[in-house]
């Protein structure tokens, strides 16, 4: 997955074993395959009752346009009823809005400490 992601630019500096440790840790996931490659990956993150937030959605840019997002982005929420779903993006907005999205007016956010330094993944 790791060597994919950044072939692909997506990658975000975490470890393989962050890798792993992310999407094992995640309340949903679906990787999309195609000849034994990994071509997409989504994840939700999710309390279970009300608030879920979408992260590490990826498809392959070789990939695009085939339906691959959607069907994973449906996997994702199918998984999800009953709550408010999150998913922060400035890339292709219009394609999320045809899944139902809406844009938010404002969002924050902060990096506790240094970025992917902590206890619960190590390196």
């Keep these: 997955m790791?060597?994919?992601l950044i072939k692909d630019?997506?990658?975000n500096g975490r470890t393989t074993k962050q890798l792993?440790?992310?999407f094992a840790n995640s309340y949903s996931t679906c990787i999309a395959y195609a000849e034994?490659?990994?071509v997409g990956t989504a994840r939700a993150l999710s309390d279970g009752v009300c608030n879920a937030y979408i992260v590490d959605f990826w498809t392959y840019s070789e990939y695009r346009h085939q339906g691959i997002a959607r069907k994973m982005m449906e996997i994702i929420i199918e998984e999800l009823p009953g709550q408010h779903v999150y998913f922060f993006t400035d890339d292709s907005v219009d394609f999320y809005k045809k899944l139902g999205f809406t844009e938010q007016p404002?969002?924050?956010?902060k990096v506790m400490g240094k970025w992917l330094v902590n206890v619960s993944s190590p390196n």
């Design 106 to 109: 404002t969002g924050l956010s």
């Design 36 to 38: 034994q490659q990994i």
């Design 2 to 4: 790791k060597a994919t």
């Design 9 to 11: 630019n997506f990658h």
């Design 20 to 22: 792993k440790t992310s």
